[in-house]
Antibody, heavy 121, light 106 residues
Framework: QVQLLQSGADVKKPGASVKLSCKASGYTFTSYYLNWVRQAPGQRPEWMGIINPTSGSTSYAQTFQGRVTMTRDTSTSTVDMQLSSLKSEDTAKYYC??????????????WGQGTLVTVSS | DTQMTQSPSTLSASVGDRVTITCRASQTISSWLAWYQQKPGKAPKLLIYQASNLESGVPSRFSGSGSGTEFTLTISSLQPDDFATYYCQQYIYYSTFGQGTKLEIK
């Protein structure tokens, strides 16, 4: 069965960086785009960006341009997301999510369990 | 950015009721709209994609309709497991979500 297993919760100070991992299993890793979506407490989900697992090419939401980097490792079927210059407003649950449609990849059929990132001094 | 607006923000209903949630896009998105259900502490669950296509394994009491800028999600007969928050999402211009509709027990 398809699973996206994310790394554990993290606490960071303002100005720091955080790197999250998402390990895919149960399907062919290179056949589906993967995305990162975050959700602050009580807020709507917010799309952050997408990575092509075959080529490694990425596209990021304008809100996060310059602060986010997504990478993948095909040998371990893992995608990582690093977010830098953290602010308190970055406190949220971060999800990786799979795109079921290669031609329209911005909706998501499988999600990880989420990783809570808390930014606090 | 394409803004997505849902109504109502909160909906109180009873088991067995038929309920409808509306989602409006700030510009035309054709049929590139999805609906998700989210329960507290859990990831969103895909219900509907391309406005009216039911995701595999989702009960048939859920249905979606619309195109252009106005869309609806209908639950034909509410079950206890359906009380949750629902989000619409456009996915033609990258991805943006509506603010959510919380479906509560009356």
């Amino acid at each position: 069965q398809v699973q996206l297993l994310q790394s554990g919760a993290d606490v960071k100070k303002p100005g720091a960086s955080v790197k999250l991992s998402c390990k895919a299993s149960g399907y062919t890793f290179t056949s589906y785009y993967l995305n990162w979506v975050r959700q602050a407490p009580g807020q709507r989900p917010e799309w952050m960006g997408i990575i092509n697992p075959t080529s490694g090419s990425t596209s990021y939401a304008q809100t996060f341009q310059g602060r986010v980097t997504m990478t993948r490792d095909t040998s371990t079927s893992t995608v990582d997301m690093q977010l830098s210059s953290l602010k308190s407003e970055d406190t949220a649950k971060y999800y990786c999510a799979r795109s079921p449609n290669w031609n329209h990849p911005y909706y998501f059929d499988y999600w990880g369990q989420g990783t809570l990132v808390t930014v606090s001094s | 950015d394409t803004q997505m607006t849902q109504s109502p923000s909160t909906l109180s209903a009873s088991v067995g009721d038929r309920v409808t949630i509306t989602c409006r896009a700030s510009q035309t998105i054709s049929s590139w709209l999805a609906w998700y259900q989210q329960k507290p502490g859990k990831a969103p669950k895909l219900l509907i994609y391309q406005a009216s296509n039911l995701e595999s394994g989702v009960p048939s009491r859920f249905s979606g309709s619309g195109s252009g800028t106005e869309f609806t999600l209908t639950i034909s007969s509410l079950q206890p497991d359906d009380f949750a928050t629902y989000y619409c999402q456009q996915y033609i211009y990258y991805s943006t979500f509506g603010q959510g509709t919380k479906l509560e027990i009356k």
